[in-house]
């Protein structure tokens, strides 16, 4: 998992408004975490966190998906400077299976992240 500060929204940055990234394979980590209060221990909630770590044909981090059980998904958000942008995506965690079919069934998948707007999608084409 990569953390990063995000860039805000609505400030322009010049000539690429939009970066794409082609996905040749993914690492996937899902978590279960729980919230415990002390004196006495007593567990008060638990979160499911999953990232989807994406890396390009030569294996290099170029993104991540991340999918969250919060009513409230994180902003996306990207680090680094062009080319070497690395993307994060978020979605609540009832898309994780529409998305990993995704990433399972279909060719020529890519990530992108419109810089301007921090609107993010995957797409897949055949």
Same mark, same amino acid.
């Given at each position: 998992?990569?953390?990063q500060?995000?860039?805000?929204?609505?400030?322009?940055?010049?000539?690429?408004?939009?970066?794409?990234?082609?996905?040749?394979?993914? %690492?996937?980590?899902?978590?279960? *975490?729980y919230?415990?209060?002390s004196?006495?221990?007593?567990?008060?909630?638990?979160t499911?966190?999953?990232?989807?770590?994406? *890396?390009?044909?030569?294996?290099?981090?170029?993104?991540?998906?991340?999918?969250?059980?919060?009513?409230?998904?994180?902003t996306?958000?990207?680090?680094?400077?062009?080319?070497?942008?690395?993307?994060?995506?978020? %979605?609540?965690i009832?898309?994780?299976?529409?998305?990993?079919?995704i990433?399972?069934?279909?060719?020529?998948?890519?990530?992108?992240?419109?810089?301007?707007t921090?609107?993010?999608?995957?797409?897949?084409?055949?």
């Amino acid at each position: 998992m990569v953390k990063q500060d995000n860039k805000t929204a609505g400030q322009p940055l010049g000539p690429l408004p939009v970066i794409e990234k082609e996905v040749d394979s993914y %690492f996937i980590f899902y978590a279960s *975490y729980y919230t415990v209060i002390s004196n006495p221990p007593k567990v008060e909630g638990s979160t499911s966190k999953v990232d989807i770590a994406l *890396y390009d044909k030569n294996e290099n981090f170029i993104g991540q998906i991340g999918f969250y059980d919060s009513e409230v998904v994180p902003t996306n958000g990207y680090s680094g400077s062009n080319p070497n942008y690395i993307v994060t995506i978020n %979605f609540h965690i009832s898309k994780f299976n529409d998305i990993i079919n995704i990433l399972r069934n279909e060719k020529l998948i890519h990530i992108h992240l419109d810089l301007n707007t921090l609107d993010g999608s995957i797409t897949a084409r055949k």
